[in-house]
Each structure stands twice: as C-alpha cells, then as structure tokens.
C-alpha cells in the first residue's frame, strides 16, 4: 500500500452553466513532500466548507486502480493523476478492504479512514460527463476521506500502514451502501453505529434510517 501521488489545488471560480462556481477540485501533483495538518495539505483547500473539508473530511484518496475502469467507461485518454480530486492518489486501498475506522500510518502523520466521496456536479462538469455522478455513486469505486490524527511530512511513494482496526468495522464500500443506496439491513446498521469513531454524518444518517426499519 502507497501513495503514487499527492494533489492539491486552492479554490478558484470557474463557469457552469453560465454561473461562477468556486471549486477546488483541479488538483495538481507535486513533486515535494508536503505537510498535512489537521484541517489538510498545505497548498490545498476547499471551496464550499458546508460539504467538503473539516476534520471528517481533511483529506482525499482514491484509489489507482480504477483509473483504468473509468477511462474505459468514458472512452478518453489516460486520465491525469488527481482527476478525481483527491489528495492522494493511492494503491493497495480499495473500497471492498479498507474500513472505516481503520487508523493509517502515511509518512510522517497517522489518519484515519472516517467515510466514502459522494461526487457533485463539480465533480461532473470536470471530466465533461455531468451525467455521470449517479453512475459514479453505483460503481462502488468512490474513495475515502480521512481525518488527521498526528500532523507530520508525507510524500510521494510512502508506504501506507494499517495499525488499527476497529471491531465492529464496515467496508468504506459497505459505508457508501448504508449511507447512500438503501443497503445492508438493522443488524448491519446497528454494527456500524458501534464504531467508535463513526463521523457525526454518517451517524445521523445510519441512525435515521435504522429508526425507519
């Protein structure tokens, strides 16, 4: 498990549909090691704070792997690293494996895995395919935010450890089913409210909807 490359961006406006939109979703990879702070990269930033960013949120991966898959599915070039606006672009750490809850070691800083990306029209309007974000959803194949446990350097081909899991963990692919598709049953929404580091959202939303059953 590693990291193949780090991306930030600080927001800046672009045009949809006729209106100025802030965004910070066009990452750049760097070359040097960067340091990661609570709230995130240095150099990087969010634009809308009510949705993106936050300690639950400080920093993005997403896998490498299915670079190949998505440049199939929209039949385009190899896409460019950090595409999908994440900070890290990384390998080894795919959805069906990697839980929510489990506490990595990256470099310098240790973080921990809290919820998957749901995509926005941002995200959609910069690969041209603004109809894509529910196909996007589906696939399963949304990344990971992570919050910031110990601040420290990270940089480009630093082995990715994990040193904690917690005991009743979920699959960030599981997390993504509960939260957003209407899957997994009471047991299994009971289980993920037992994590103990469950982030406030996905709390409130597992917790609502074990209430409806």
Not at 42 to 58: E, I, K, N, T, Y
Not at 90 to 110: F, K, P, Q, R
Not at 195 to 209: D, G, H, M, N, Q
Request: hydrophobic share 40%; net charge neutral.
């Amino acid at each position: 498990m590693q990291i193949k490359s780090i991306n930030i961006a600080m927001p800046k406006t672009i045009e949809i549909k006729g209106r100025p939109v802030l965004t910070a979703i066009y990452k750049e990879p760097v070359a040097d090691s960067v340091w990661l702070g609570k709230l995130g990269l240095v150099g990087d930033g969010q634009a809308d704070l009510s949705v993106h960013g936050g300690l639950h949120q400080a920093v993005y991966s997403y896998p490498i792997e299915h670079y190949e898959y998505w440049q199939k599915r929209l039949n385009t070039s190899p896409l460019t690293l950090g595409t999908f606006g994440e900070n890290f672009t990384v390998y080894g750490l795919l959805e069906e494996e990697i839980c929510v809850g489990d506490i990595l070691s990256i470099g310098e800083a240790t973080v921990q895995v809290t919820m998957p990306r749901i995509p926005c029209f941002k995200f959609g309007h910069k690969i041209g395919h603004p109809e894509i974000l529910d196909a996007f959803l589906r696939s399963g194949k949304s990344g990971f935010y992570q919050r910031v446990m110990t601040e420290g350097h990270v940089k480009v081909g630093d082995e990715i450890k994990i040193v904690e899991r917690d005991s009743n963990k979920i699959s960030i692919r599981t997390a993504l089913g509960l939260q957003k598709l209407e899957e997994g049953d009471a047991a299994l929404l009971a289980q993920a409210l037992k994590i103990k580091s469950l982030a406030p959202l996905l709390k409130e939303v597992y917790a609502y909807r074990l209430s409806a059953l």
